[in-house]
């Protein structure tokens, strides 16, 4: 199994940044490609970015020009740089992976989430 932790959510002013991490682990794995998704409060969860093994990116439209992700493929972590915070970013952030288990094949594994409230 792979385990996700996100870490890094928190109350900021808008126009604020913050800078969500996570990490995965656990035993005989490789991960392709990771993303962040949000579910703000209720909606519904929506994808956010995403970053292949090689570091090509995507953003929702809604994002572009204010967020931007990197992983760190040594540590099997992956972060979500947000800058110009606005409202409507708020939300719980997940994480998610896509990773080969040794024996068990492929599989999209899940962080529990971190909240990130954007409000003055």
């Known amino acids: 199994q792979v385990q996700l932790v996100e870490s890094g959510g928190a109350l900021v002013q808008p126009g604020g940044s913050l800078r969500l991490s996570c990490a995965a682990s656990?035993?005989?794995?490789?991960?392709?490609?990771m993303a962040w998704y949000r579910q703000p409060p209720g909606k519904q969860r929506e994808l956010v970015s995403t970053?292949?093994?090689?570091?090509?990116?995507s953003f929702v439209d809604s994002v572009k020009g204010r967020f931007t992700t990197s992983r760190d493929n040594a540590k099997n972590s992956v972060y979500l740089q947000m800058n110009n915070l606005k409202p409507e970013d708020t939300a719980v952030y997940y994480c998610?992976?896509?990773?080969?288990?040794?024996?068990?094949?492929?599989?999209?594994?899940w962080g529990q989430g971190t909240q990130v409230t954007v409000s003055s």
């Open positions: 998610t992976a896509r990773a080969l288990v040794v024996g068990k094949g492929w599989s999209n594994y």
């Open positions: 970053i292949t093994s090689e570091g090509r990116t």
């Open positions: 656990g035993s005989a794995f490789s991960i392709a490609d």
